[in-house]
């Protein structure tokens, strides 16, 4: 860039947002961050399940490979949570309850094994660097993943445990996403047996007291440069600077905001609504592009209750609403959390429900699971298909064709527009690791040239 009190403005708050600009705050970048909301963190998010207890809304875990965001976490004082698996898991496939030692369903050991060997294949085709370039990039990328599972799962087991796979995976409705997308989101994420996993995997921990803290001790250090409430809609690039036209969610009025940069850190359904000037030369988001399918519910005791008897609290049903269940209690066990998950096909039509009905069908399915506990003393539903600023989570779903036609230009500048948001990292997409990731190579970009943070991130990846 860029000397000392270049103009950038940032737009979201969210993790990706935050980290590239205090990063480019610390460069002496005179910064603005614009967020739609009136708070900041956007798919991480705290909802307070008692006065003292606050539960993860959006995102929650994190593992050994996370390694940009532990070194975040650490840096701003924060700390772990260990996820706990003690005890047995609960099943219920269509309607009969089982309980067991392991983890896995009990359904058939081979047609399963035959499932993972399939996908590991498919995981191993996917050039990590650059998925569009993959051997057979554009057959997969054509091939949605409910056609895949039609031609080539034959074992009913294997098809019934499918969907509970991607579902929890990826909050994915199999029909939407592409065969490409699946096996780059796997494979981005560290491979299919360590993104599944608690212990040593992606799901070790949780940030203690909740992941929303990370955010605002981000927006601790960036202060005043955070204004809430503006919902950026047009980007103009004009002359030697940029102008970046912002509504008031409050009162309705118009700003402008002059910088000499931008860093776009939305979701790309939401960067696709705003209004570039001079046009984009390629989308940001197609039709085919999906919203993530994800509910997320909490279910509040006094205590684990489910440890005395017995169980993990780790449940999968391979009907709705609650696809899988997991113990999220604080780790000082002042209160017993159960977070329930409702995701792929299933997430729309519990999203269509009034609140009520929401919770009724919720308290029902925890009936069944777990028919020794006494009712939650409280139910929370965080609804994110309905969120107008997240459009979905965990993270965007590229449908048929999306990464032949998305994929190269994720992240190339557009002039003075640059691109940030988990969705523009070819590492951890999707997570929490991949939104510290783009976030700070979109800052590299501005304070050390393009090229210098492709290499950088090369390095990195190495
Ligand atoms: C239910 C759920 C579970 C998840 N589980 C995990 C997990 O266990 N582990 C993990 O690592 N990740 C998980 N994730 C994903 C993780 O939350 C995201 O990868 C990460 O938070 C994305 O950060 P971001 O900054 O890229 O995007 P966002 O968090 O979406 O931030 C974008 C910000 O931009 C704002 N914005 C949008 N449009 C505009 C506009 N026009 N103008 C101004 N501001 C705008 C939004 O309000 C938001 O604050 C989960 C997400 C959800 C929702």
Redo the contacts with the bound molecule.
Sequence with gaps: MTGADTRVVV???????LTAAVELATAGADVTV????QR?????HGIPMSSTVIAD??????GVR?TELLAMIRENGLGLASTEMLGDSTFLLSDERTTTASRVPPLDAVALGDLFDRLESLVAEVCAEAPWASPRAEYLDGLTVARWVAEELEHPAARAFFPMFIGEMMAADPARISVLHMAFYLRSGGGIRYLNAFKGGA?EWRIDGGAHQLCEALARRLGNRIRLG????AVEQIGDGVLVH?TSTVDGMASEHRADYVVV???PL?AQ??EFRPGLPAPRATPATGRGC?V?VHLSYPSPIWREHGLSGWSVSSDGPLLSTVDDSPSDLSAGILTGFVTGAAAASFSALSLPEKADAVLAHARKLFPQLPAPTRCSV?D?LADR??KG???ALFGPGDWMRLGPTLTEPHGRVHW????TSLEFF??????IR?GRRAAHELIYGADVAADSRKATAQ
């Design positions: 737009v979201g708050a969210g993790l990706a947002g614009l967020e739609a909301r900041v963190g956007g798919r991480m809304g959006g995102a929650a875990y994190l996370h799901q503006r919902d950026v809609d912002s850190a939305i979701p939401l609504q705003i994800a997320k965080t994110w600023y997240s989570c965990y993270a940030a948001g988990t969705e999707g997570l929490m690791e991949g939104a783009s």
